[in-house]
Structure formats: structure tokens, C-alpha cells
């Protein structure tokens, strides 16, 4: 056992970026059931964000440009969720179940000629002078765009629901659609514009695993992402905040376990690899721990079908 | 003091603010409205008057850019005014208050008005504005306050309010005081009686006929979609309105037997907390009920009748000796235990609380009956004596339904509730608990159920009423009793109870005038407007 070659610096720099993806899936998801829909196929649209993102960057030569493409196709295929469960009125458990499905199996027919391949190398932003300093420096300034513009998304999403007009109507939505509608709302087209918002979320979050993390094209490479994610909203009682910090545990975690496993430390290795889950699960569970206020906090019409009449 | 505008004298002649022309919207299967023709002007409170399924909220739904008319024509102040969306209506300067009102609990009072608002001003100006319009018309509010947290009285403020922000030409108000004290009836007149002396029309959608006659200017009566007749409700009595409304005479209920027989349940010092966010808790309740009586359990919604219900139920659990059956402790058994012991307990929500919506009557029929009516053996549902149980429901109760095997979720609202009262009074309890038994439902079937209730009384078993109906509850039960914030007042023989004294108990001691007559509604005809 070897703890000495564990480096707190990297270890840092390492959980900020593996957390990322995670991250982002949650904060779109989190506008999503604000809005009062559960979309349970993150996971889906998360992979078709990473295949969509690998293709795009490898033909163009572009990291943006995948980056663009992943958001781009994981909400079209969040609007045929939407436009299922909205407009048609389906099962938003079983649509969102479907969605992933469908997500997983057409990711690797996407991606069938791009096992293996290297994608574009994405560059991580040094800033100057800043990037120098001792553990700051690697830890806050040396990190990829994503990882930046993921806390970015994390204000403007805590700022947008809290501050904005729309994002009040969009909670309202979210807590009652009857009387938003009564109100004279659109429901329908607050909610498509959330679905597509979280989609889009997802997107990134997958690219930044196929096109930074890993970096290449595996079938099912998002290994279970998109359902931490959702349960990271719902632990983490639908604020922003708690997301940030469930995501950032559960990164952390993944990390750090890895780390110990790779110094041999003297815990089974089953236990060590299933650490994330349980700590993240258990400290959101803690911090959240009062019912009520998580219940008010919930999006009380969240999975409901509307549908307007009278 | 300002002169009231609306009041004495001034006629029918000015010109109208308000104009309806020949107005038909259809629904598949019904004429929600058919050919409705009024006018109203500035200054006056106009009622819409009528029966369940009338036609008056699709009426206003109408006026307010919710629904659009099949045919016919509307004028705002000369103008033609044809709103497509309540955003219209808003800027033409109509704004509502809903029957069901159209808040959100999660937010705050100012986010839920700037909601209601076209262009809200920032949140800070806007909690400045609610408190400064909140003074001057009497209605205290705290702009940062969760409406989840508000009296049913606060909340309608906040609606009130919200509408009042956008200096409105008319306020629709859909049932206002279904829900409100008599305290709260006379502080929401007061605010009326001021915005009709400022020149604004409102309408007022009630049923409840004195209320009318206290209130408002001009009525305009429907019945089944159409224009039946218009007065001015101050010149008819009750009676005569009740009439031209209801078309048919009514039955009213036997009068009470006497002479209550041993305590069948008593609950002493109950504590307990609620399972619901925004619940109430329950603090200290005590009461005892006797066979042969009604124990009217009167109080404003939200103030704990849903726990109390759940504790008498079985649903939610209690120390054992809190709760005794004759002296039998029943505290910690749960609502099978209950029903086998013959306490029966029918909830509020009838669809997904008292039923499944999904099942048929006869399994909601087996759901509650299966061990008093002796279903079950071995495990396995006696189907032909749950059919036979169900089938006797709907014939002794007059459910009106094509046959045992229909879903619970196809039965209208009263329907579905003798169903589900003659349901529990088959199986002969000795407790019945019921919660809003006739919420919702007509003269008719709220008289039948109310009938049926005396009647299980006068066969000795113990009656438990919830209700938010106190004329109701003044015309049936033997003892009257209050919730209040999770407090139950001492109950007191109904015979003799004023109406100050009343207000008192349901309001807890509030330092207001009582509102007079304004508080006696005509029982003729029970809130609830069915779904079109």
C-alpha cells in the first residue's frame, strides 16, 4: 500500500473534470422536473450526445463543433420525447425508459465505424500567470472549457430559476400546470422548451466523456451516468446547490476510490467501486433529510400528464 | 365617507360596461351555454346565479378569454371584445378570481401575483405595492409568506389582490366565499362594497341566495345554459330566487332524533402530526360521540379535517388508549382493523382517495366491505357477494349508473359519492366517519345523502360529520364542534348556537365584526360546478 502516491493536486484536477458530465445532465434534468416532467431517459440522450459529439468532432476536426452537434441531437431526440408525452399525451415513465433503450441501441449503430479512433485533442485552458500558481494554479485555472462553462450553467440555472420572470413561470408550471393555465401560460411550450434545454444538457454531458474524459467512442460508455444524475436531482431536493455538490461527491469519490485501488489499499475492491453510490446517496440523503421541506421543494404536478380542456 | 355608487336609485338606465350577446358554447353531449344575453355597468355588483351545471362558469370563463363562444358576441364598454387568451382579457382590463384557486403553494405571495401579472414590476417594488394595496382595502398579507402556509381566507386575499394590482374594469369572482368564515364573508363585502363604490363592475357567481340578496345589485339567473330570468335580488326573497333557479321544489331532510345512547367513540388529548407538506398538525384534540348522534365537525379547509379524518380512519396511527372504541383501545390499529371492529370512515376525495378510479364498483365495493360483508375465504374475493353488495348500493342509494361493472372514474361527482356513502351504511357500522359528504353535488343528491345519514343515526350507530357546509351541519347534526388550526373546540349542543358564537369557534377569536346575513347562504343548492 503506497497512499504516498496519491496526489491531492491531481486528485483535485481529476474529480472537478470527471464530474462534469454528471454535472451537466443533472442541471438539465433539474429544469426539466422543475417544469414538472420526468424525463427518465438521461442516460439515453446523454450516449447520443457522445456518439453525436465523436462523429461531429472527428469529421470536422472540430472539438466545438462536437461539442454543438452533441447538444444539438440529444435535444431533438428529447423533443420526440417531448412531442410523445406532451402532445400525445404517452406515459412519461415508460417514454423516458423507452428513450434511453432507443438512445443505447442507436448510439452503436452511430457509432460503428468509430471504435477506436482518437478524436481532435480539445485543449485545456491555461490561463496565464494564474495557471502557475502552486495548487490553485492546476486545481481552478488549468481545467477545460467544459468544466468552466459547467459551473457557468450551474449560476445561470440557480440565477434563471430564482431571479427571472421565465424561470418563475416555469416553476409555476412546474407546481401546478392547472392554474398556470389558467392563467393564461402555454404549459405545452414552457415544457417542450425545458425538455429540449435538458436534452441539450445531456448532450454536452456525453461529449465531454467521449470527447475529454475518455477520449474515444465505446459502445454504452456513459456506464450508468445519466441515472446518477437523475438521482442526484432528486437527492439533492431539486436545488441547484445540492446538484453541484452531489455531483461533485460522486466525482470525487469515483476518483479518490480508483486512486486507492490503484495504491492497494486493504478494502475489497467490490466495496471500494460501489463507494460513490453510497456516499453520495447517503450525504444527500442527510442534507435533505427534512421531508417536508424536500416535499415543498418538489415539483408538486412533476410526471403529471395535462392535457387542456374546458 | 364615500357615497355608494351601485346602491339605491340609480336605475338600469346607464349605459353598460359590460354586454353579452346570444353566447353558445357546446360541449360534446352538452349545452353548457345556450343564447346568454345581459348587460352589466360600471358600479354594480352583478350576480350570476344558478344551479350546479348551470352554465355560470363557462359563462365567465367566457368573459375572461379561457374558453372561446361557439357563437354570439361580447362588447367591453362599447367596444366589440372578443379575448382569445386570459392575456387579452387582462390588458382589455377583465380579471378573475377562481372557484378553485389558481395558486401555487411552493411559491411566495408576491411570486404567485407576479404570475397574474402582464408586466410586473421588479420583486421588490411589487412586495412594496401588495402590502400598500393590501392596507387600503383591508386585506392584511405578507408579500414573503408561502401561500402553502395560508388560510384558505389568505389565500383568496392573494388572488384578490393579484387582480387589484392590474386596476381591473371588471373582477369576475367564481365563488368566493365556498370557503371563507363568516368573519372572512364580511371583510371580503367590505372590499367589494369599496371597489363597486369606485365604479368597478363585478361580477359574482354564487348559489348561495342570501348572500345575493346581501350583496349584489342585479341578478341574472341560469339554468341549464340558459337566461331563466334577471331581478334585482334585493326585491325577491329567497324563496323566489331559489325557484327561478332551481325550477323544482326540494326535499328537505326529517328532522334530528334525540336522545343519544352510550359513547361509541371517544379520542382524548390526540396529538399528531401531518404527513403531507404544508399539513396540519393536530393538537390536543378530544371529542367523544354517542350513538344515535351527528357530530357536526365544522372549520375553514386545511385546518387539520383531512388529519382528523386519517386518525379516526385508522390511516394514520396514535398511541393506543388515545383513541378507544367503547373501551376497547384502537389507537395503534389500522383501517382494516377498524372496519372490521365496525368503524367505517369515508374520505373527501372521492376519486383515488375513497375509490380507485380505475376499478370497477364492484371491486371499490369489495375494497371496503370485504370483511364486515364476510367476502373473503381462504384468501380468494367472493365476486358474486361483492356484486350483489355493490348492485344493492346503487339500487337502495339511487346511483345512477348503467351497472355494477362501470369504473368508479365514469360516475359523476354525486353519483360517485352515495356510492360511496351507501357503501359504508350497508355494512351497518357503528362508527361512520364521513368528510364533505355532499361537496359538490346537487339539491337533490346532497339532500339524499344527508337523509341517509340521520337515518343511520336514528338506527343507533354514531356519526362523525367533516363538513364546510355549516348550514349543513347546523341542519343535521346533534353536537357542533370546530377545527381551528388543528384544535378542536368544545363541542356544543347545535340547538341554540348563534351565529356570532359559531364564527367564533370556526375562526378562533379573531377581533372582527360578524358578518350577518351574509353568512347564512340558502342550503338550497351545494357548491362544485361539474367539469363540462
Request: hydrophobic fraction near 45%; charged fraction near 20%; glycine fraction near 12%.
Amino acid at each position: 500500500m503506497d497512499l504516498g502516491s496519491i496526489n491531492p493536486v491531481l486528485l483535485v484536477a481529476a474529480l472537478l473534470l470527471a464530474s462534469t458530465p454528471i454535472l451537466l445532465a443533472a442541471m438539465g434534468e433539474l429544469v426539466v422536473e422543475k417544469s414538472g416532467v420526468l424525463n427518465l431517459g438521461v442516460e439515453g440522450m446523454m450516449i447520443v450526445g457522445a456518439v453525436a459529439g465523436f462523429i461531429a468532432a472527428v469529421e470536422s476536426g472540430s472539438p466545438a463543433l462536437g461539442f454543438l452537434a452533441a447538444a444539438a441531437a440529444a435535444a431533438v431526440l428529447a423533443l420526440l420525447f417531448g412531442v410523445l408525452t406532451q402532445v400525445l399525451l404517452s406515459n412519461q415513465v415508460a417514454t423516458g425508459l423507452g428513450l434511453t433503450l432507443f438512445g443505447l441501441g442507436i448510439s452503436s449503430l452511430m457509432g460503428q465505424g468509430y471504435v477506436g479512433i482518437r478524436p481532435p485533442a480539445s485543449p485545456r485552458l491555461e490561463l496565464p500567470v494564474l495557471s502557475e500558481l502552486p495548487f490553485l494554479g492546476p486545481v481552478l485555472f488549468s481545467q477545460h472549457a467544459m468544466v468552466y462553462l459547467s459551473l457557468a450553467i450551474v449560476v445561470g440555472v440557480w440565477w434563471y430559476l430564482r431571479s427571472t420572470r421565465s424561470g418563475l413561470i416555469l416553476r409555476a408550471v412546474g407546481e401546478s400546470h392547472e392554474a398556470a393555465h389558467a392563467l393564461g401560460y402555454s404549459v405545452l411550450g414552457t415544457r417542450l422548451a425545458a425538455i429540449a434545454f435538458g436534452g441539450a444538457l445531456a448532450g454536452l454531458g456525453g461529449a465531454c466523456l467521449s470527447l475529454v474524459i475518455v477520449p474515444q467512442w465505446t459502445e454504452g460508455m456513459t456506464a450508468g451516468r445519466g441515472w446518477i444524475a437523475l438521482a442526484i436531482v432528486v437527492f439533492g431536493s431539486w436545488r441547484a446547490w445540492r446538484v453541484l455538490l452531489g455531483a461533485y461527491l460522486f466525482g470525487g469519490v469515483s476518483v479518490l476510490q480508483l486512486n486507492l485501488q490503484a495504491a492497494g489499499i486493504a478494502i475489497p475492491v467490490e466495496l471500494l467501486s460501489m463507494s460513490p453510490y453510497l456516499i453520495t446517496i447517503l450525504v444527500l440523503v442527510i442534507i435533505s433529510s427534512d421531508k417536508r421541506r424536500a416535499q415543498a421543494n418538489a415539483p408538486n404536478s412533476l410526471g403529471r400528464t395535462f392535457h387542456a380542456s374546458g | 365617507m364615500r357615497r355608494d355608487a351601485g346602491g339605491d336609485g340609480a336605475g338600469r338606465v346607464s349605459t353598460p360596461l359590460l354586454e353579452v350577446q346570444g353566447l353558445r358554447k357546446a360541449y360534446p353531449g352538452v349545452v353548457a351555454n345556450d343564447d346568454v344575453s345581459f348587460s352589466a355597468r360600471r358600479g354594480e355588483v352583478h350576480a350570476l346565479l344558478g344551479e350546479n351545471g348551470a352554465g355560470k362558469s363557462t359563462l365567465v370563463k367566457t368573459v375572461y378569454g379561457l374558453l372561446r363562444p361557439d357563437e354570439g358576441r361580447m362588447k367591453l364598454d362599447g367596444r366589440v371584445y372578443a379575448p382569445a387568451s386570459p392575456h387579452d382579457a387582462r390588458q382589455a382590463g377583465v380579471a378573475m378570481v377562481f372557484q378553485h384557486f389558481s395558486l401555487f403553494e411552493a411559491l411566495d405571495v408576491a411570486e404567485n401575483v407576479a404570475l397574474g401579472m402582464e408586466v410586473p414590476p421588479p420583486m421588490r417594488e411589487l412586495a412594496t405595492r401588495i402590502r400598500d394595496v393590501s392596507e387600503t382595502y383591508g386585506l392584511p398579507l405578507d408579500p414573503n409568506r408561502l401561500v402553502g402556509t395560508l388560510s384558505a381566507g389568505e389565500r383568496q386575499r392573494v388572488e384578490i389582490i393579484r387582480c387589484l394590482l392590474q386596476d381591473p374594469q371588471v373582477l369576475i369572482m367564481d365563488e368566493p366565499t365556498s370557503v371563507l368564515t363568516p368573519q372572512e364573508v364580511a371583510i371580503l363585502f367590505e372590499t367589494l362594497k369599496r371597489l363597486r363604490a369606485e365604479g368597478k363592475l363585478i361580477l359574482y357567481i354564487s348559489h348561495k341566495l342570501e348572500e345575493i340578496r346581501a350583496l349584489c345589485d342585479w341578478a341574472t339567473i341560469l339554468r341549464h345554459g340558459k337566461v331563466t330570468g334577471s331581478c334585482d335580488p334585493r326585491q325577491k326573497s329567497a324563496r323566489e330566487l331559489a325557484e327561478t333557479m332551481v325550477g323544482s321544489e326540494l326535499a328537505l331532510p326529517a328532522a334530528r332524533t334525540q336522545d343519544p345512547g352510550e359513547v361509541a367513540l371517544s379520542i382524548a388529548g390526540l396529538t399528531a402530526t401531518s404527513g403531507a407538506a404544508f399539513g396540519t398538525e393536530l393538537k390536543g384534540i378530544s371529542l367523544d360521540v354517542r350513538r344515535g348522534e351527528i357530530l357536526g365537525i365544522g372549520g375553514v379547509a386545511g385546518n387539520g379535517q383531512d388529519e382528523l379524518l386519517a386518525v379516526l380512519s385508522g390511516e394514520s396511527r396514535s398511541p393506543p388508549e388515545s383513541v378507544l372504541l367503547g373501551d376497547l383501545p384502537i389507537g395503534s390499529f389500522g383501517p382494516n382493523e377498524r372496519r372490521a371492529l365496525g368503524v367505517l370512515a369515508a374520505p373527501e376525495e372521492r376519486l383515488g382517495h375513497a375509490t380507485a378510479p380505475d376499478m370497477s364498483l364492484v371491486e371499490n365495493a369489495a375494497l371496503s366491505g370485504r370483511r364486515r360483508m364476510g367476502m373473503v375465504r381462504r384468501g380468494f374475493v367472493n365476486w358474486s357477494k361483492a356484486r350483489t353488495h355493490a348492485e344493492s348500493v346503487i339500487e337502495r342509494f339511487d346511483v345512477r349508473v348503467p351497472g355494477a361493472g362501470s369504473v368508479a372514474r365514469s360516475l359523476s361527482g354525486g353519483n360517485l359519492q352515495k356510492f360511496v356513502i351507501g357503501r359504508e351504511i350497508l355494512q351497518q357500522p357503528d362508527v361512520l366517519v364521513v368528510n364533505q359528504p355532499t361537496w359538490g353535488l346537487d339539491a337533490a343528491a346532497a339532500a339524499a345523502i344527508r337523509q341517509s345519514l340521520l337515518d343511520l343515526a336514528s338506527q343507533g350507530a354514531a356519526v362523525i360529520v367533516i363538513s364546510q357546509d355549516l348550514d349543513e351541519l347546523m341542519e343535521i347534526s346533534t353536537r357542533f364542534s370546530a377545527l381551528n388550526e388543528g384544535r378542536l373546540s368544545k363541542p356544543r349542543d347545535t340547538a341554540g348556537l348563534t351565529l356570532e358564537e359559531i364564527g367564533l369557534m370556526l375562526g378562533g377569536a379573531h377581533d372582527l365584526e360578524i358578518g350577518l346575513a351574509a353568512s347564512r347562504p340558502g342550503r338550497a343548492v351545494e357548491a362544485g360546478e361539474p367539469v363540462p
